[in-house]
């Protein structure tokens, strides 16, 4: 059994005195999940913040990219020590807006995925088509060169050390959500694509579901059989809403 893992993407939205009201709220509230496993993707400036007021809680922490290299002269950039070093368990990479807006490929994910497991963070790993592409039935054809794109940098061992998040671009903060076939279809094409290299990884392998997630919707995703969780990024800044969607898991 695979246990359900939600995550908040809090991109880049909070201040010190929203994020320490969000952080409590989430805190308090998550006593009572114990299902699902919660995590917290926060901008870097809240990380310290986050670490103080998560530590000894049931939520972890997370961040939302990490740099390629392990330090040095990289002015701007962040490393997967430094993220340890803060308390982060996961980071986010290869989400759509990065990849549209900061051009990363799947060649600089791969370093980036590849640098997080080696400071012993767990990666969630986000591929996903555009509607374009879904709508030129190209849909599993882009996922599957996402995956690929990355697996054939990496090797195999490393996707039982990391988690896969499928995010259409197309319901990314759009209110637009996947429909649970929709959504259920994906994930049993992605995993196919690690089960070409190993049946036993793939079985294993959390694949979470993003796109206009919210409270509404969240239990008729999650009770899908390869939907093993939740990337959230709007309703993540609600801790009323976000806790709806952890006890859903
Ligand atoms: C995201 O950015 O990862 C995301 C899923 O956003 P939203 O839930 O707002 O669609």
């Not at 049931?58 to 040095?72: D, F, R, W, Y």
């Not at 807006?97 to 370093?111: N, S």
């Not at 049946?199 to 919210?214: D, F, N, Q, V």
């Amino acid at each position: 059994m695979r246990r359900p893992l939600i995550a908040g993407n809090w991109k880049m939205n909070g201040t010190k005195s929203s994020a320490e009201a969000l952080l409590s709220g989430v805190v308090s509230g998550a006593t009572s999940v114990s299902k699902a496993e919660i995590a917290v993707c926060v901008p870097f400036p809240l990380l310290c913040l986050g670490e103080q007021l998560l530590a000894g809680s049931n939520v972890q922490l997370g961040a939302q990219n990490v740099c390629t290299e392990s330090g040095g002269a990289y002015t701007g950039e962040v490393s997967a020590a430094m993220l340890v070093d803060f308390g982060c368990r996961y980071v986010i990479c290869g989400h759509s807006e990065r990849r549209e807006y900061y051009g990363e490929t799947d060649e600089i994910i791969a370093k980036k995925v590849s640098a997080s497991i080696a400071a012993g963070m767990t990666p969630i790993l986000c591929v996903g088509e555009t509607l374009q592409q879904r709508e030129d039935g190209l849909a599993e054809q882009v996922i599957g060169s996402q995956i690929k794109g990355v697996l054939s940098r990496i090797g195999i061992d490393a996707f039982d050390r990391l988690e896969i998040a499928y995010e259409p671009v197309w319901a990314i903060g759009t209110g637009k959500t996947a429909s649970p076939e929709q959504a259920q279809d994906a994930h049993v094409f992605i995993r196919s694509q690690v089960a070409d290299e190993s049946a036993a990884i793939a079985e294993k392998i959390r694949i979470l579901y993003g796109g206009s997630m919210k409270a509404a919707n969240a239990r008729e995703l999650l009770s899908q059989a390869d939907i093993d969780g939740g990337l959230i990024g709007g309703a993540s800044l609600v801790a009323d809403d976000f806790l709806v969607i952890c006890q859903a898991g």
